[in-house]
């Protein structure tokens, strides 16, 4: 095989309680990419469409995760990239994580798939370092693994699967502003009260239970933020009003997705789901402010190949 065309998809990282360690893989929405091997040695963005870009391999997050790759399978061949971008940067449903990984994935199914999927993610990670300006996993290992995953650590990197229950589906509304990864972080908070940290832990640690047990009920207890939600939302519009809404409609829970300006709902059933969007709708065509709206199963297989 010399050429392949893969489909990249969002994530929803964090996902309330989890904070640079939680992360879920969408469905509906993604980028695609067509990779193919060259007698040149070395890593080539040949083209882009969707957004504007850098071709610089070591300035691309797609050509440094590959760079990543090939300085340690050393083949005896190059790559072209293709770069078919339709989650916006700065969307916070994975952009850069979706480039990483999918130039990675895609490399790694050319040479035979020498690399597992964590190897995957440490390589992506490389590249998702130029964008969020700090090495970390929580929308790669989704968008490699599928489904839920909780990245227990990143020094050694060490990744866990978790169990995704059939009826659950997420809604997503993305105001078409841009909030970049490393500004929203430079607002959080340096140190956390300990009543917060222990409130928050218990909360991760309740909703891995209850992803196990398919405990929807549970998974809507642990649906909360106390340390990061309160920051960032700020930053974004109407933020509260979609929470409301979201919740009042039946949603499990209701938060920011990565680092905004998306934000996500969790529900039981598509029909849940689709009134929550309805009622997010609602909210948001009011504000003059242009949206997205998408709702979707969660994605349990993470990358897949198209041709």
Request: proline share 7%; hydrophobic share 45%; glycine share 6%.
């Given at each position: 095989m010399n050429e392949i065309k893969i489909f990249c998809p969002g994530t929803v990282s964090n996902v309330a309680c989890g904070f640079d360690v939680l992360g879920f893989c969408l469905d509906k929405v993604g980028d695609e990419m067509i990779i193919r091997r060259t007698s040149k040695k070395g890593i080539y963005?040949?083209?882009?469409?969707?957004?504007?870009?850098?071709?610089?391999?070591?300035?691309?997050?797609a050509g440094v995760s590959a760079l990543a790759l090939i300085e340690d399978a050393k083949p005896d061949c190059g790559f072209e990239i293709e770069i078919y971008k339709k989650i916006k940067p700065g969307s916070g449903i994975g952009s850069s994580a979706a480039s990483a990984a999918g130039s990675v994935f895609g490399i790694n199914e050319l040479l035979g798939?020498?690399?597992?999927?964590?190897?995957?993610?440490?390589?992506?990670?490389?590249?998702?370092?130029?964008?969020?300006k700090c090495e970390h996993a929580d929308n790669l290992?989704?968008?490699?693994?599928?489904?839920?995953?909780l990245v227990k650590s990143i020094t050694p990197l060490e990744i866990l699967q978790l169990p995704t229950p059939d009826d659950l589906y997420v809604t997503v509304i993305h105001p078409q502003i841009e909030i970049k990864t490393?500004?929203?972080?430079?607002?959080?908070?340096?140190?956390?009260?300990?009543?917060?940290?222990?409130t928050q832990?218990?909360?991760?640690g309740s909703l891995v239970h209850a992803l196990h047990s398919n405990d929807y009920d549970l998974i809507s207890k642990s649906l909360h933020d106390e340390i990061i939600e309160p920051y960032r939302s700020q930053l974004i519009p109407h933020f509260s009003d979609v929470k409301k809404a979201a919740l009042k409609a039946g949603a499990l829970g209701c938060s920011i997705s990565g680092s905004g300006p998306s934000i996500f709902s969790l529900s039981k059933g598509i029909k849940t789901a689709k009134d929550v969007e309805v009622a997010i709708n609602n909210i948001y065509k009011t504000t003059g402010i242009e949206f997205d709206m998408f709702v979707c199963k969660i994605n349990t297989e993470g990358m897949k190949i198209i041709s």
């Open positions: 963005i040949t083209k882009i469409e969707g957004y504007d870009l850098p071709y610089e391999t070591e300035k691309n997050v798939r020498p690399y597992n999927k964590k190897i995957l993610t440490y390589f992506a990670m490389k590249g998702e370092a130029i964008a969020s290992a989704p968008a490699i693994f599928g489904g839920f995953v490393a500004e929203a972080r430079a607002i959080l908070p340096k140190e956390i009260p300990l009543q917060k940290a222990i832990w218990a909360n991760l």
